[in-house]
């Protein structure tokens, strides 16, 4: 596949696998602390072998990477699918590199893996959020104001249901896609880079 867009506004997004291992472990160790800690709860680089399985797609999660023209992962995004009260929810998490973030990328990821998710059957989510994660959470809260929330001793977990223009959105994977910060304002929710190929 090109990983290596030549247009320098232009990424690619595609689905993970162990093949993106080494991409991956580099993406994680160049995450600042702060975001590190935001997405994992804990410092997270170097990555130990049971992150690598997990970020890596190995326990059966859905695993979406965002790479810049150069092929370096910027941005790694997953749904886990798991039983909730008798169905399947999809747990998600997001992370996007420092200097790419507030750029619409994970903006982007979610509404990709929403997108996915639903295609498999899922009906909702789960998203555990540390309660100082204001772009996270305030994400949330837009595209989901009434998801029911629960405060647990390390993370707000909301569960938001899927809604029917959240099923059918998403970018095309694998695919280009447009990257830099002039992206078309649009509905909350539906704000992401501009779809350039699929
Ligand atoms: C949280 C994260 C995934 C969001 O991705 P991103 O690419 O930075 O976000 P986007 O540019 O797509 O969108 C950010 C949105 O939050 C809004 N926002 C930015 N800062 C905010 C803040 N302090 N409070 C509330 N909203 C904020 C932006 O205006 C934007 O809204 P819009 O889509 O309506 O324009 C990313 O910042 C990140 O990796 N953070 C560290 C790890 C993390 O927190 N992961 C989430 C754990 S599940």
Not at 55 to 71: E, F, K, Q
Not at 170 to 195: C, E, M, Y
């Amino acid at each position: 596949m090109q990983r290596t867009p030549s247009d320098a506004n232009v990424g690619l997004i595609w689905p993970g696998g162990e093949h993106d291992a080494a991409s991956i472990r580099e993406f994680i160790c160049g995450l600042s602390p702060r975001s590190q800690y935001l997405r994992f709860f804990a410092a997270a680089a170097p990555p130990s072998s049971g992150l690598m399985r997990v970020l890596c797609g190995r326990t059966g999660a859905d695993i979406l990477l965002i790479a810049d023209r150069n092929g370096a992962v910027i941005a790694h995004g997953m749904a886990a699918d798991t039983p909730v009260t008798g169905e399947l929810a999809s747990n998600v998490g997001l992370v996007v590199a420092d200097r790419w973030q507030q750029q619409g990328l994970g903006t982007l990821l979610l509404r990709t893996l929403i997108g996915r998710a639903s295609r498999r059957g899922i009906g909702s989510l789960v998203l555990d959020v540390l309660p100082a994660n204001d772009r996270m959470l305030g994400i949330v809260s837009r595209w989901w104001p009434d998801a029911p929330r629960q405060l647990t001793p390390d993370a707000v977990v909301i569960r938001p249901a899927i809604t029917p223009w959240q099923a059918a959105g998403g970018q095309a994977v694998p695919g280009l896609i447009k990257l830099g910060r002039d992206r078309p304002a649009s509905q909350p929710g539906l704000a992401a880079p501009g779809r350039t190929a699929a």
